[in-house]
């Protein structure tokens, strides 16, 4: 009689969203350029899962990633450890500089500026997709860690054993701090008007950088770094999916997905998951025709009480912007509510936290499927920008009359973005397995458990495409 709710929840959740009428690929698609029927492609998602989740409870009756040492692998490269990351630390702080430089003294037009499409595409969406094959890269690259690491080696020599110790970083604060400002730089993103003025996102990028080195200075350089900063956090969840990582100056091969099951779960984890997720959901949400029709409205109520239009529009999508975010969050509890009535006493908080990590490859997913049209078309305007940073007509290395070369049709990127929601949800549910196979003492309990996260990956799933295929309309 159990299984009845999450049959029925996962049922619903996909006649919902993937019943005909879904269509189209982050506004390149349009409703009569695909080859096969349009609502197929929902549900031949849905049908990958399934297959997948039986596939899991046949072949994989016992964990594997859970007895993976995420610190171990075949070594690849030695690589020296110092040398390498001071060399990659100066790389990035002389670009966090340029960029902050350009943005301010340069064009403000912001297609002519390097400073939104270094922010927006290769720092916000370059560093996730590369951390999917080399493990946590932007560790190395981080330009206030390493700011902070001179820093902090440079007053040890000067105050020797005097130097004071960090503080001790209060553990209910875990990676709040992270979730916090995932928020902040999608509502900048999303929300703010003035989101791609160039001098503006320099100002913010500054701020940020100070807000982390104050950060790092009270409570030490690497505690700061993998619990408030919420790049550095972000993209180490992303890492840890990789078949690559860096440990003790070597680089090592281990399993794909074999770094997620030992993260460690503080508060702010599932809060910040959940952010990650509703976030780059809403970015396609308030595309589609549905928060098209709702904004103005919502905008009117705004306006009634004394506001003007602009700051009435950017509190309509922020109302909008953090709903996503508790829809998210919610549909992750009700899935976690189903797992805890299949033969656990384990509270829910407890619960959610022990899956969390299931939900890193579908935060993965939702940035490649909402953002790769903008890496592989947008990111070539790196090409001319990086000749040309200040858009005042230099022409540095000779490419500042380059184009964009559109090389892969609508129809090639909504079949990419299609696979990469496939696959991070085909992630999500072998973690969860493994997971549950470790937390139940009965195998048919771990798959009994499972079927309430199968309905929360369908329905994360058709959400996604649901919320793609809409901004074709």
């Not at 009270?218 to 890492?239: H, K, M, Q």
């Not at 905008?299 to 009435?312: W, Y």
Request: neutral net charge; hydrophobic residues 50%.
């Amino acid at each position: 009689m159990r299984r009845l709710p999450a049959a029925t929840l996962l049922a619903l959740l996909t006649f919902a969203v993937a019943g005909p009428g879904v269509a189209g690929a982050h506004g390149l698609v349009g409703r009569q350029d695909l080859p096969i029927p349009r609502w197929l492609f929902a549900w031949a998602a849905a049908a990958v899962l399934v297959i997948s989740f039986v596939a899991l409870a046949t072949l994989w009756p016992k964990p594997r990633l859970e007895q993976v040492d995420p610190t171990g692998g075949r070594r690849v490269l030695a690589v020296p450890r110092l040398p390498a990351e001071i060399t990659c630390g100066v790389i990035g702080v002389l670009a966090f500089l340029a960029v902050v430089y350009a943005g301010i003294e340069g064009t403000q037009t912001e297609t002519a500026n390097l400073g939104p499409t270094t922010i927006y595409v290769v720092f916000w969406v370059g560093f996730p997709l590369l951390s999917l094959v080399f493990g946590d890269v932007f560790r190395a690259f981080s330009p206030w860690r390493a700011i902070g690491r001179a820093g902090g080696a440079l007053l040890g020599r000067i105050g020797g054993a005097s130097t004071p110790e960090p503080l001790t970083y209060p553990e209910r604060l875990g990676r709040w701090p992270a979730a916090l400002g995932i928020l902040v730089f999608a509502w900048v993103e999303l929300v703010y008007t003035g989101r791609y003025d160039p001098s503006q996102l320099s100002f913010m990028a500054l701020g940020y950088a100070a807000l982390q080195l104050v950060g790092m200075s009270l409570y030490g350089v690497e505690t700061w770094i993998t619990r408030a900063d919420a790049f550095g956090v972000a993209f180490n969840l992303y890492g840890r999916i990789a078949p690559l990582h860096f440990e003790g100056g070597e680089l090592r091969t281990r399993p794909w997905l074999s770094g997620l099951p030992s993260l460690k779960v503080v508060p702010g984890t599932v809060a910040l998951l959940c952010v990650m997720i509703g976030t780059t959901s809403f970015d396609g949400f308030s595309l589609g025709p549905t928060w098209s029709s709702l904004a103005p409205d919502l905008q009117e109520q705004f306006v009634d009480l004394g506001l003007s239009l602009e700051h009435a529009l950017e509190l309509a999508f922020t109302v909008g912007l953090l709903v996503i975010v508790l829809l998210v969050a919610g549909l992750y509890r009700l899935g976690v509510a189903g797992m805890r009535s299949v033969g656990g006493t384990t509270k829910g908080g407890e619960l959610a936290g022990r899956f969390a990590h299931s939900l890193v490859p579908i935060s993965l997913a939702y940035v490649i499927a909402h953002y790769v049209s903008s890496v592989l078309y947008q990111g070539q305007a790196m090409i001319y920008l990086v000749s040309d940073p200040l858009g005042d007509g230099t022409n540095y290395f000779g490419t500042a009359d380059r184009t964009i070369d559109y090389f892969i049709s609508a129809t090639g990127i909504w079949y990419l973005q299609v696979a990469a929601l496939v696959l991070g949800h085909a992630a999500g549910l072998v973690l969860a397995h493994d997971r549950a196979l470790v937390l139940y003492r009965k195998a048919r309990d771990a798959t009994r458990s499972q079927y309430w996260m199968l309905a929360v990956m369908v329905g994360f799933t058709s959400l996604g495409l649901w919320l793609l295929s809409a901004q074709a309309q």
